[in-house]
């Protein structure tokens, strides 16, 4: 059965280094997102992208976090200057058409910032 | 205004019992539903969607949808120690991003 895939499954940074998380979408899915979910909070939504361009991002993501599609089958978010409170679950999930938002999640990235 | 909410929980069930799982949400722009579940430290798997009024069965699982008092249910029969886990109701108004509410906490005992 297809699935998203994320890497890495852990990553420890120091606070102001950049770092950039990868997923790879499920192969047909033409829309794809980033959330995070800060320990004990809920699942917040960050960006969406579809037709290589970003189509509606949240408050959360400000100037310091980027996403790019270099290939067709990578998915990246990039944070350029880390702060403490990025540490967080950063999910992947891709969707397939725009008949119905049947979203699939990756098993996430778990960011450290120290 | 919260657009969804959700008992946090934690709710505890012996095994086997029949266990119902509610949300409330706000915003009538909501068209579509899900239910996640969620391991502990896991991503959210995908349980169910509706975009509609009325039932949806799956297996154990039953989605129930009540959109003129912006509620909905997800009720699990025969519960199982392996359906311990977060459940996350969702909404979204079309091929927008998903409005997650917090997550209730199940505990199946066996």
């Known amino acids: 059965e297809p699935e998203v895939t994320q890497t890495p499954s852990h990553q420890v940074t120091q606070m102001g280094q950049e770092v950039i998380l990868r997923c790879v979408p499920i192969s047909n899915h033409l829309y794809f997102y980033w959330y995070r979910q800060i320990l004990g909070q809920k699942v917040e939504f960050l960006v969406s992208?579809?037709?290589?361009?970003?189509?509606?991002k949240s408050e959360i993501f400000d100037d310091q976090f980027s996403v790019e599609r270099p290939d067709g089958s990578n998915f990246t978010l990039k944070i350029r200057s880390t702060k403490l409170e990025d540490s967080a679950m950063y999910f992947c999930?891709?969707?397939?058409?725009?008949?119905?938002?049947?979203?699939?999640f990756g098993p996430g990235t778990r960011l450290t910032v120290l | 205004q919260k657009e969804v909410e959700q008992d946090p929980g934690p709710l505890s069930v012996p095994e086997g019992a029949i266990v119902s799982l509610n949300c409330t949400y706000s915003?009538?722009?909501?068209?579509?539903f899900m239910w996640y579940r969620q391991y502990s430290r896991k991503g959210p798997e995908l349980l169910m969607y509706t975009y509609s009024s009325g039932n949806k069965e799956d297996g154990r699982f039953t989605a129930q949808v009540d959109k003129s008092s912006k509620y909905i249910s997800l009720f699990i029969r025969d519960s199982q120690p392996s359906d311990s886990a977060t459940y996350l109701c969702a909404k979204a108004p079309g091929n927008t991003p998903l409005v997650f509410g917090k997550g209730t906490r199940l505990s199946v005992i066996a």
């Open positions: 915003n009538s722009a909501f068209q579509y």
């Open positions: 999930a891709s969707s397939g058409t725009d008949t119905y938002n049947e979203q699939f």
């Open positions: 992208f579809y037709n290589n361009e970003i189509s509606e």
